[in-house]
Structure formats: structure tokens, C-alpha cells
């Protein structure tokens, strides 16, 4: 499947964003789903992971309580609501996807990921 993020932008500390992610050329809704960032000068990193049918969700400490990853299957698209962001929460966000079996568990390492979107950069100013 291609994957196209957008939505992302510059905000200030405190403020929220909503990234979409939208799935084409293939069946989405057998894709295992996940946003992934990347830092200036560090490694992608997994920020927060969904099943096929978006009925379990898990997400890294640093964002808990803060983003919600969700899925639209009708519409083969991905979100990730962005709330009080931080300006360490600066980076390009990567939306990924892998064709899974439906019991398959989340997956949170990038090489559980097989297609990957061309990234959206986050600025989060203080």
C-alpha cells in the first residue's frame, strides 16, 4: 500500500495538531498500522501503534495521555491527534504499515513495518 502523511506544521508549546495518513493501491484494512519520528540527529523512533480494525492501541511513554492514534478503514486513512505538544516532540512523522494476519499483536520495532510514507515535519516552537 502507498502511504501519504500530511497535516503537519508549526505550532507553539501547548498547542494541537492532527496528522492524517491516507492508504492507496491496496487493502487497507488488513494493514497493521503505526507513526514513527524522527529527530534531527537521532534514530525514528515509535510513537504509537494500532491493529487492523483499530480495536487495540499502545503508544510510547513520552506521548501517553497526550496523542491518539485512530483509524477511518472506510476511508484508508490513519490520524494521530497531537495534544499539548512540547517542543521536544519536534521531528518528521512517519506514518508505516504491514499486511498482518488479523489476531497479529501490535507492532512497535520499524522492522515489523514493510511500507512507510514519506514523512510530515512537526515544529513545536517554545
Known amino acids: 500500500v502507498q502511504l501519504q502523511a500530511s497535516g503537519g506544521g508549526l505550532v507553539q508549546t501547548g498547542g494541537s495538531l492532527r496528522l492524517s495518513c491516507a492508504g492507496s493501491g491496496g487493502d487497507f484494512s488488513i494493514y497493521r498500522m503505526a507513526w514513527f519520528r524522527q529527530a534531527p540527529g537521532k534514530e525514528r523512533e515509535f510513537v504509537a501503534g494500532?491493529?487492523?480494525?483499530?480495536?487495540?492501541?499502545t503508544s510510547a511513554d513520552s506521548v501517553k495521555d497526550r496523542f491518539t492514534i485512530s483509524r477511518d478503514n472506510t476511508k484508508n486513512i490513519l490520524y494521530l491527534q497531537m495534544n499539548s505538544l512540547k517542543p521536544e516532540d519536534t521531528a518528521v512523522y512517519y506514518c508505516?504499515?504491514?499486511?498482518?494476519?488479523?489476531?497479529?499483536?501490535?507492532?512497535?520495532?520499524?522492522?515489523?513495518?514493510?511500507?512507510w510514507g514519506q514523512g510530515t515535519l512537526v515544529t513545536v516552537s517554545s
Open positions: 508505516a504499515g504491514k499486511s498482518v494476519i488479523l489476531t497479529a499483536p501490535l507492532g512497535t520495532r520499524r522492522d515489523e513495518y514493510d511500507d
Open positions: 494500532i491493529t487492523r480494525r483499530g480495536d487495540s492501541t
